[in-house]
C-alpha cells in the first residue's frame, strides 16, 4: 500500500511562509505519477492548489496562489514539497499530496490514485 506523509503546516499570520512536505513510500509511485497539491477549506470542496507532471518539468497552478507558491520535487529522496510565500487568510485549509496516473492536465479529485492524511494550515489575519 503506497503511502503519503505530509508534514509542515501550521499557525502563520498573514504574509508569512510555510513550507510543506510529502513523503512518498514507494519510489515507483513517485517517479511515474504526476504529483500534487490540493486543499479543502471548512464547509468547501477539495480543490486543487498546484500539480507536477512526472514529464519533464511541467507544472500547474491555481491562479490564487500564482506567485506565491513553488512546488518541488526531490527524486532522491521521493519528496514532494509546496513552499508557500505571501500567505493570505484565504488560504487557510487541509492540505493534502496527491498521486496520480493522470499527468497531461491537472486531475480531478476523484482522479486521484492516493491521498495523504492532510495538514492543516491556518493564516491568520
Known amino acids: 500500500q503506497v503511502q503519503l506523509v505530509e508534514s509542515g503546516g501550521g499557525l502563520v499570520q498573514a504574509g508569512g511562509s510555510l513550507r510543506l512536505s510529502c513523503a512518498v513510500s514507494d519510489e515507483r509511485t513517485f517517479r511515474n505519477y504526476g504529483m500534487g497539491w490540493f486543499r479543502q477549506a471548512p464547509g468547501k470542496e477539495r480543490e486543487f492548489v498546484a500539480y507536477r507532471s512526472k514529464i519533464g518539468t511541467r507544472t500547474f497552478y491555481t491562479d490564487s496562489v500564482k506567485g506565491r507558491f513553488t512546488i518541488s520535487r526531490d527524486n532522491g529522496k521521493n519528496t514532494l514539497a509546496l513552499q508557500m510565500d505571501s500567505l493570505k487568510p484565504e488560504d487557510t485549509a487541509v492540505y493534502y499530496c496527491?498521486?496520480?496516473?493522470?499527468?497531461?492536465?491537472?486531475?480531478?479529485?476523484?482522479?486521484?490514485?492516493?491521498w495523504g492524511q492532510g495538514t492543516q494550515v491556518t493564516v491568520s489575519s
Open positions: 496527491a498521486a496520480s496516473t493522470i499527468y497531461l492536465r491537472v486531475p480531478r479529485p476523484d482522479e486521484v490514485d492516493y
